[in-house]
């Protein structure tokens, strides 16, 4: 069992930066693929950026060039760096990770961004 612990969220103006943080229990960055989705009301679950077991980077299209996705093997844990935040990106931010070569997979709890003036 892996537990994500997701801290950072709160309220921002547009144009300011927030930093995410998700807290794995244990090691699991090299048998696991980690990820940042988000979810605004009456919008489906999207996927913002994710980290794979390999090192590599994926972003999407809305995000890149403001967002960054990185992590602290020594902490498990992983962030995500958001800049340049836009009223649009107000969601609830979750970790997730997915097991390798398996249908496994682990969602934190979930924390609110909200930008606004």
């Known amino acids: 069992q892996v537990q994500l612990v997701e801290s950072g969220g709160g309220l921002v103006q547009p144009g300011g930066s927030l930093r995410l943080s998700c807290a794995a229990s244990g090691s699991i960055f090299s048998r696991y693929a980690m990820g940042w989705y988000r979810q605004a009301p009456g919008k489906q679950r999207e996927l913002v950026a994710s980290?794979?077991?390999?090192?590599?980077?994926n972003y999407a299209d809305s995000v890149k060039g403001r967002f960054t996705i990185s992590r602290d093997n020594a902490k498990n844990t992983v962030y995500l760096q958001m800049n340049s935040l836009k009223p649009e990106d107000t969601a609830v931010y979750y970790c997730h990770a997915q097991r390798a070569y398996s249908s496994i997979d682990y969602w934190g709890q979930g924390t609110q961004v909200t930008v606004s003036s």
């Open positions: 980290f794979l077991a390999s090192g590599s980077t």
